[in-house]
């Protein structure tokens, strides 16, 4: 399985940026997809994630009621709608993807299987 991210770039505090992060390789079912960021030289950290099956959402504290994540309806697709941005929001995103199919702790790196290769977000004051 192959992820790409894109959608990054910068923008000022309290705008909005969309990430897509599209997965190619193999047959792909709706499986439970999430969104990491990493400042340099800090652990990865979660953000946001959807569930397979139900699609369920789930969000770290620090973004939840600004950012949103969602699945297109070509299920290899996944987007992080991000509004209200901040200049702590500043990272590189990761977009992943755990194709057990079974419940998992979807906030925790070691849930996932494929990784993509982050794309840099920069919020300005």
């Known amino acids: 399985v192959q992820l790409q991210a894109f959608g990054g770039g910068s923008v000022q505090a309290g705008g909005s940026l969309r990430l897509s992060c599209a997965a190619s390789?193999?047959?792909?079912?709706?499986?439970?997809m999430g969104w990491f960021r990493q400042v340099s030289g800090k652990e990865r950290e979660f953000v946001a994630a959807?569930?397979?099956?139900?699609?369920?959402?789930y969000y770290s504290d620090s973004v939840k009621g600004r950012f949103t994540i969602s699945r297109g309806s070509a299920k290899n697709t996944v987007y992080l709608q991000m509004n209200i941005l901040k200049p702590e929001d500043t990272a590189v995103y990761y977009c992943?993807?755990?194709?057990?199919?079974?419940?998992?702790?979807?906030?925790?790196?070691?849930?996932?299987?494929?990784w993509g290769q982050g794309t840099q977000v920069t919020v300005s004051s």
């Open positions: 992943a993807v755990d194709v057990h199919l079974d419940d998992r702790d979807w906030s925790d790196m070691i849930a996932y299987d494929y």
């Open positions: 390789g193999r047959t792909f079912r709706a499986y439970s």
């Open positions: 959807i569930g397979w099956g139900n699609d369920n959402t």
